[in-house]
């Protein structure tokens, strides 16, 4: 099977600093000022022929992997574009290059780290958007891989591992995890209580 690499927005690298090893996740270095953070949906652009699961259960695998996190608040629909720097959270398609599966970007965020909590400094974050890829096959918890169609990759997996960047983690080397930089075709990851410590390191001070 072959595996397809999920990649994470320059943005969010630049600020990339990678907790020590022992700890079972990753922070990027960003925190939001103020949650739960709304995040909305533009299902617009999603390609619906040839999949192994309905239209309907693509919009709702995409709204699930918001939900996930507890820091973050399905806020519903919207006609805005994903990566466009309008003051809104989006999560939306696009037809990304390469093997990507989906792309997070941090499109406003403070240069510099000035909030403490615990033993991490953490820069605000003001807007960041989500853009899942049109190129491969999808399918969700509700969904068979393969299906009739063939194989597909999980659509509620590979959103929430965006909302992990959209909160403030980034990859980790465990290849079981939610957080592992890559998917393989029929593999189905979820939230565990690794994430949820990670989430909890940042806003524990909350």
Partial sequence: ??????????????????????????????????????????????????????ASQMDSAVTGGVSAWGELRNAGTTSKIPNKRDGQNTVGWAKLGGQTLGVTNYLDYDRTRTVACGANTFANLYEADVRITTTYRWTSGGGQCPCAAGSAFYLNGVTAHEMGHVIGLCHVNSPNALMYPSFDVCENKGKTSDENAGENAIYSCH
Avoid: D, E, H
């Fill in 1 to 54: 099977m072959s595996r397809r690499t999920i990649v994470l927005a320059a943005a969010a690298v630049a600020l990339a600093a990678a907790t020590p090893a022992i700890f079972p996740y990753c922070l990027t270095g960003v925190r939001w000022p103020a949650t739960p953070v709304n995040v909305y949906y533009n299902p617009s652009g999603k390609l619906t022929a040839n999949q192994c699961i309905s």
